[in-house]
């Protein structure tokens, strides 16, 4: 006799509430493929944990994005923001699309270069340029984006005797309506410190003011915000024609828009609520052609988008160790990657499919990673079905900043794969190794 | 082991208990072993059923069954002081 297909035995409480208006979810599937490469097999050829890239995810978000501001506007230029993801084959891919490169600080900058990208389409932002980093720069052509006035001062005389004058913007941070004011990078708009830093470099003789920037915030979910930046931006380049007859080349609107990841303590899904990149698009481009710049000289618009060009094009697969029930009853699920390599887990509800055929029942868990830490809380409430040791899970939107922002903490950071258009898939990063990591390191004599 | 006496189960995996007024929804796996428990299988004759008529190896149903125990446990359905008990 055939024996009948097993399912672990399980009841839940029933509860007589308030109705949940988003109705329940049924009939989920399992996430098996990422670009039609079974998830199986990318663990099984690469291990897990497994952070996993989609090429052609990451191309089809970047000319989405282009399309949206080129399609409004005139002159628009991307810059890949080094930080969200610096892997080598990632930022190649942007920069294959045209894109420039946007880095904060020499280190950055230095993969740029090593990227083959020229020194006068990198754009050297952040407060912390060293003076031989600033040197390099200078020697580049690169843009510089001022961000204090003792880096001002220091250009200023790294630029003497220079046949070519420095190129540089002025970072400026302004109310824009959004809480908190990233008032701790560049000079401030309302208070005049901007304009004045603006006088100082034109006064110089010995810098080129080519652009103005800004960064009003990261994860903006209000298009509104970037108006009001777009707005004084303009004015500030306006005045400099008006009153100094100088041309400002550039406006640089930084980045800050969001992906469509849940934010912890979201009452609706990131889906429901974000903007999409065609409405910030909107936003900026109507008020800059509106700002009164003659047709021939409105400025290039530069952005420096990170996380939505990328986030929805990093998946994580990882693995279940075990299964347990916390003091109160509530199913716990272990899993094999932890915070210090999922970081964005501390401010996303990130969505985590199961790689695998499922028994329909949900059940209510907290997601732990392996770490021997407290904080270590992948999600702390999650309806997922019942998972047993060894069933595979795969984390979505995990492209931005993990693969930059983790930490090489108790377990080591896992290999990054790279799935291209033709679905062939590229070790692009191999998994950490114990040598790797104690290859600098060094025991005095009288401790061997 | 044993189900409080007054648990009203049904064959669809509905289980009341009539003390405290909470109800409950069980899977199909759920209410076959409600109901063996109920006619007063032991744990051995049950789990004996279950590797005859499913798909399951042993482990991973002794594994279960712990699980199982304590979520009865936790629903507050097995008799007070006695769920150790073989």
Redesign the interface.
Known sequence: MQ????????????TAGVMNKFGSRSGGKPFEYIDNVPVKSLIASYGSPLFVLSEKQIRRNYRAAYRAFSTRYPKVQFAWSYKTNYLNAVCSIFHQEASWAEVVSGFEYRKALGNGVPGNKIIFNGPGKTADELLLAIENDSLIHIDHLEELNQLIILAEGKANKPRVGIRVNMDTGIYPIWDRFGFNYESGDAWAAILKVINSGRLQLAGLHCHIGTYVQVTGAYGIAAAKMASLALRCKAELQHSIAYLDMGGGFPSTNTLKGSYLPGTDTIPTIDDFAEEITGTLTKAGFANDELPLLILESGRILIDDAGYLLGTVIA?K?LS??KRATIVDFGVNVLFTSFWYEHQISPAQEF?P?MENMVVYGPLCMNIDVIRESINLPLL?PGDNVVVHKVGAYNMTQWMQFITLRPAVVLIDEQQQVHLIKAKETLDYIERDEHVPGHLK | MKLKKNIATSENGF?FNPATG?????????S??LLAMKNGDTEAQIKQQ?L?????SAT?LNR?WE??I???K??NLLEAAIYDSK
């Open positions: 024996k009948l297909v097993y399912e672990r035995p399980y009841i839940k409480k029933l299964n029930r109160e009853g028994a029942n047993n | 289980i909470d109800s409950f929804s069980g899977n199909a796996m759920a076959e072993i279950l005859q008529k499913y798909e399951v991973q279960d699980d199982w304590v979520q009865l936790e629903a």
